[in-house]
């Protein structure tokens, strides 16, 4: 069972700075894709393949920057001048190449409020 963890939610002021954590355990054969997605409507935020290279959703494209330590089995993300729009639950999700298996924490809430 594969288990992600996110942390590092929580309020924010406008034009500040945020960075969310996921931890990724369990059985894992091989992360082809980690990524954020935020709301019910799981909206792409960003996500980071294998090779290193990062799409970015257009609403946060120029803010927000991914990166991810393979070793670890971690993603992140970094939040800069967030908006109000910002808010929302952001979500971490792997997808595992190896199982063709998509899994998705439980979320973490950001709120941008001065």
């Known amino acids: 069972q594969v288990q992600l963890e996110e942390s590092g939610g929580g ?3 406008p034009g500040g700075s945020l960075r969310l954590s996921c931890a990724a355990s369990g059985r894992i054969l091989s992360i082809h894709l980690m990524g954020w997605y935020r709301g019910e409507e799981r909206e792409l935020v960003a996500a980071i393949g294998r090779d290193g290279v990062p799409n970015y959703g257009d609403s946060v494209k120029g803010r927000i920057a991914i990166s991810r330590d393979n070793a670890k089995k971690m993603v992140y993300l970094q939040i800069n001048s967030p908006k109000p729009e910002d808010t929302a639950v952001y979500y971490c ?3 595992d190449s190896g199982t063709g298996q998509d899994h998705w924490g ?4 950001v709120t941008v409020s001065s």
């Open 106 to 109: 439980k979320g973490t809430l």
């Open 11 to 13: 309020v924010v002021q």
């Open 93 to 95: 999700r792997l997808y």
